[in-house]
């Protein structure tokens, strides 16, 4: 009775499960990082993702009492507020950091050498000293304030077209596109022709050439990095964009080989014999039977291999170099982690410029992402 047709397997809710459980895994992070590119740092460090629609009461940085001078009634009044364009409200302040919440708002504080501190509710100040304050160090004021949600696309900028040396990702984003766009394209070109000599071609030692493309599957390409470098230099194109083209293709060929030639030899035969009793070549066949009936594996294959050099740090390092005018996005993020960890707000931003292409890439192509690699594993 188990195997009654119709009849749904006992494990179809645990697959169904496990499949929005991956997607989950998936999403939620990714949308977390849209959502914390969009907030200051501030926020950031004092709240998670998922309360960037709430208002926090959180631990404002310490903010030194700055000013102009105003002589009132024998005294020295500096007044002003300490968060001028926030809209904040403190609960509790305090001008030292063993004691940050001492006094509530509108409390005075006695400071050294008789001057005295008082800070309202909406972060206004009034500091008075029965002296002059210009010579003197002002103090910090500590502070437990509620602030509303803020939302910014300031990181955005400043990621994209911030002059500021090693912050900006506009040079490395641009150097991504022009690796990755002709290391995706040669090895289809190069990848299509082999593939179509053998599934189609009779010609000695074709068997041969399969076997070592499935071989070569498996080899680690940190194996060739050095070696083929070599070759570079000794040829005249190492360290540039032609040396990082030609080692992506050379890396990426025998997948592109393998999946496009099992995608090839399941098209119809007869299609292909009627063209050539029609007096069709086998470069005609290809150009005008071959690649459009193709296109799912080819589509199949420009998602992998768009996606690995898009995400590559190690053979950019190798092969391309370190310089601001040569370096990928990759290669920019770790230098900002190194540089920059404290400002969560960039490295947000970053990270998701970095992964927005590769998105639009997936979504567009997916549907023949699994008709590509399914190709040929069943007759």
């Known amino acids: 009775m188990d195997n009654i047709a119709g009849k749904k397997p006992a494990l179809l809710w645990a697959v169904h499960i496990s499949v929005v459980a991956l997607v989950l895994l998936w999403v939620v992070p ?6 914390s590119s969009f907030r200051t740092g501030d926020q950031i460090v004092s709240s998670g993702w998922w309360q960037a629609l709430t208002t926090q009461e959180t631990q404002q940085a310490a903010v030194r009492i700055a000013g102009t001078e105003a002589e009132k009634d024998g005294a020295f ?3 002003g507020n300490l968060f001028p364009a926030k809209g904040v409200e403190i609960s509790h302040w305090g001008t030292s950091s063993r004691e940050p919440e001492a006094f509530a708002p509108g ?7 008789g001057m005295t501190l008082t800070v309202q509710a909406d972060g206004a100040f009034v500091l008075t000293s029965p002296v002059t304050t210009k010579d003197m160090r002002l103090p910090r004021v500590f502070s437990t304030a509620s602030s509303p949600p803020e939302f910014t696309t300031r990181n955005y900028t400043n990621v994209i077209s911030s002059p500021l040396a090693g912050q900006s990702i506009g040079q490395a984003f641009i150097n991504t596109l022009t690796v990755s766009i002709p290391a995706t394209i040669i090895p289809i070109l190069v990848a299509a022709f082999a593939a179509y000599a053998l599934a189609w071609m009779e010609f000695p030692g074709r068997a041969l050439l399969v076997a070592f493309v499935v071989g070569l599957l498996v080899v680690p390409l940190q194996l060739a990095l050095i070696p083929l470098l070599q070759f570079h230099n000794w040829i005249g194109i190492g360290k540039g964009y032609l040396g990082i083209w030609m080692a992506h293709t050379g890396f990426g060929l025998p997948l592109a080989i393998y999946l496009l030639r099992n995608y090839m030899v399941g098209l119809p035969r007869d299609i292909i014999e009627n063209a050539k009793v029609d007096g069709a070549t086998d470069f005609q066949i290809f150009v005008k039977i071959i690649l459009p009936l193709s296109f799912p594996a080819l589509a199949s294959f420009a998602i992998f291999q768009f996606l690995w050099t898009w995400n590559d740090l190690l053979v950019a390092l190798v092969f391309l170099g370190t310089g601001n005018d040569q370096q990928v996005l ?8 190194g540089s920059r960890g404290g400002d969560w707000e960039i490295l947000s931003a970053s ?11 997936f979504f567009s192509m997916q549907r023949f992402l699994v008709r590509g690699l399914l190709a040929g594993s069943v007759k």
């Open 30 to 35: 990714t949308f977390g990082l849209l959502v």
């Open 107 to 113: 409390e005075t504080a006695p400071l050294n050498d």
């Open 77 to 79: 009044v500096i007044e």
């Open 351 to 361: 990270a998701f410029v970095s992964i927005a292409v590769p998105l639009v890439v």
């Open 330 to 337: 990759t290669g920019n993020l770790v230098n900002l982690m």
